[in-house]
């Protein structure tokens, strides 16, 4: 993977169960994925470097809905979606 020249954005924001969550992803060499992605709510921030393993993402994505309040299938995989959007696989 070639990270000189990203052009895609590389932040997400969401409005999940009311609460904005910020998720920003960069490029890192040293990681599997070649990702290190850190989600930033008002109670935590949460890491993940592993977004490119299906069973990560969704465990990454479900902490982070959990993190303010949301246990919905749905609003995990609105979150799985941003982090897609800004990593591995830019719209």
Not at 64 to 90: C, K, M, Q, R
Request: charged share 20%.
């Amino acid at each position: 993977m070639k990270f000189d020249n990203i052009n895609h954005p590389t932040v997400a924001t969401l409005d999940i169960n009311g609460v904005d969550i910020s998720i920003k992803s960069r490029p890192e060499k040293s990681n599997v994925s070649g990702w290190a992605v850190i989600a930033f709510t008002p109670a935590c921030s949460l890491r993940c470097q592993k977004i490119h393993r299906e069973e990560h993402l969704l465990a990454f994505s479900e902490a982070i809905a959990a993190a303010v309040g949301s246990f919905a299938e749905e609003d995990a995989e609105a979150i799985s979606h941003a982090i897609l959007s800004i990593t591995i696989n830019p719209q």
